[in-house]
């Protein structure tokens, strides 16, 4: 069993560090087929939309949100065939509103990769993000379910909601710690918990563990969008494969950025009002000039405690359900969420 | 009766012009009711959505979409509710699509108004326009019916297509009449059938009525889209409310300009190249010059042929329907859809 006995450290190796693994293996067949429905999906005779499309869904990301539901239905037991296409519209969702954001953001790199918006302008990338959100609909009225619908239509509407607040409180330092919550919980979260909740309304669960999943989804996504934020200011920009800073240089108030505001002298506020509310106008020493700041309050550990606080609160909303493999997997994805900012 | 007499004339002379005031009146009460959803439902706690929708809704415009959803449920005897939600839906989505058109076409005036875009930015107009689009949804899943949902998802879906080839196809002297005939039927006239469809749906016709409501919106869009098509190139700006010459200027290629190059001399194909795939080459003579072209081949009076064309089809999908109110005045919706170009 030399195979086995040279496996066995690496998986060792592996388990010590929490890793979304455990969840894509538990539902492994069932992403597979999510891949497939994706590809055929995004087809149209209009060209342009699926060279486009596919060059954003190649580039692959995490595909965390299709995990989500397809391992919210797992734990609820489901045995139909419909969480594949609802992981498919969840997914399908999160690439209009990536199209749109990368317009908004006038990002160039996502994903390690040229943004669309950058490669075919920002007019196809609006359409082809409005074609994905409609396919998304379509794919959900399949389904047959009223009550998916109506969940994953509100949360699109908050997560516009979210991207518009967002808008609003940008380049604005006196934006604050409550305002930069209700960004996240929108943009963020709002989509975290439905992709888990349709999961469970699927499976016909009773109403206390639909809104446990919910519940876990949303803390989850909060969580995650911090860690998200915190990373934005990490040294290296390879752990997200997009680039880090691209917060600073946009003005986005985010929560290290409030916590150091509130903590700063006033020569560091009006550091952070100069640089956050005309970025256009930051200089190159500004990001280390930010950064000091940043360490000497304890900014980003204190982003990724409240990371770690709204982790607990994903876990406890688990812990109404059975355990075993599903739940185990879901709990590790709270921790994957959290330590790959370390 | 000095008033009656005296009102006798005008009556007569309003009636000598067709005009969509029969179906204005004939859903009057509906139509204030759909007035004060839109109010209603594009309210938000982030102040800027309410700011920008207001905007482009209150500037106006004939609000033709939910007049037809009303008409269309007036002639199916319709007696519940429904048919407010859905005309307000119909019309959310047409302002999703208008804001979203802006941004991608870099207008500047809209319903004689400067557009959302210039006054607020691609950016929120990008994600207003994604709220308003998500409201939509949300609005039909109130109706409770699938199948509600089923057509406007599709529609939708279909809408971002037609834009998308719009795109592709604009710039391009090599697209066909054909690809131009796809793109209205995409972008304009779904819309116009899914609006007039779902007002039999609600009622609970038979099919035959259903798709006879389909045709005759599908038909009267593309009468729509041409008449409007034609008007870009007409000498005066006031008639639409938006810039005349604005598809001359973004290279779109439009049914008068397929028209006029396929007819046209060799120093005319010429000319349409250069025009149309290097718009921003244009000189100032280029407009009369287009103009001169235009009226040689009688590009316009057949785009306008065409127009009556398709208007004489929607009549006819109209009258399976009993004669009555209702259906003279959607009957009438369609002469004013082409008369207005006169």
Redesign the interface.
């Known amino acids: 069993m030399v195979a086995g006995a040279a496996a066995g450290p690496a998986v060792k190796t592996a388990a010590a560090r929490p890793s979304i693994e455990p969840l894509r293996l538990l539902v492994s067949d069932d992403m597979d087929a999510v891949n497939r429905e994706i590809l055929r999906r995004m087809a149209?005779?209009?060209?342009?939309?699926p060279e486009l499309a596919s060059h954003l869904i190649a580039a692959g990301g995490k595909r965390i949100r299709p995990l989500l539901t397809l391992g919210a239905a797992k734990l609820c037991g489901y045995r139909g065939d419909k969480h594949v296409l609802l992981a498919t519209c969840v997914e399908f969702i999160h690439t209009a509103?990536l199209l749109?954001d990368d317009?908004?953001d006038e990002s160039e790199r996502r994903r390690g990769n040229t943004t669309a918006n950058v490669l075919w302008g920002?007019?196809?990338s609006?359409?082809?993000g409005?074609?994905l959100?409609?396919?998304a609909?379509?794919l959900?009225?399949e389904t047959?379910s009223?009550e998916v619908?109506?969940i994953l239509?509100?949360a699109?509407?908050v997560?516009?909601?979210g991207?518009?607040?967002q808008?609003?409180t940008a380049n604005d330092m006196d934006s604050t710690e409550a305002d930069y919550l209700k960004v996240i919980e929108s943009k963020t979260a709002a989509l975290f918990a439905a992709a888990c909740r349709v999961g469970a309304v699927i499976a016909n669960r009773p109403d206390d563990e639909v809104q446990g999943l919910d519940d876990y989804g949303r803390y989850l996504g909060i969580a995650f969008q911090l860690v998200d934020d915190a990373l934005d200011y990490a040294a290296d920009g390879a752990t997200l494969g997009k680039n880090t800073g691209d917060d600073f240089k946009e003005g986005k108030v985010t929560l290290p950025v409030v916590l150091a505001f509130n903590r700063g002298s006033e020569t560091e506020r009006s550091f952070w009002r100069r640089v956050i509310e005309q970025p256009e106008e930051q200089q190159p020493e500004d990001w280390q000039q930010a950064q000091r700041h940043l360490a000497r309050h304890g900014a980003i550990e204190e982003t990724l405690g409240r990371a770690r606080l709204y982790g607990q609160k994903a876990r406890q909303a688990l812990m109404a359900f059975p355990a075993g493999t599903a739940r185990d997997a879901l709990a590790e994805a709270i921790d994957f969420a959290i330590e790959r900012a370390l």
Not at 44 to 49: A, G, K, Q, R, T
Request: no cysteine.
């Open positions: 149209s005779d209009v060209s342009l939309i509103t749109h317009v908004v920002n007019q196809a609006v359409l082809v409005d074609f959100f409609s396919r609909f379509q959900m009225v047959g009223l619908l109506r239509a509100n699109s509407a997560i516009a909601e991207e518009v607040l808008l609003m």
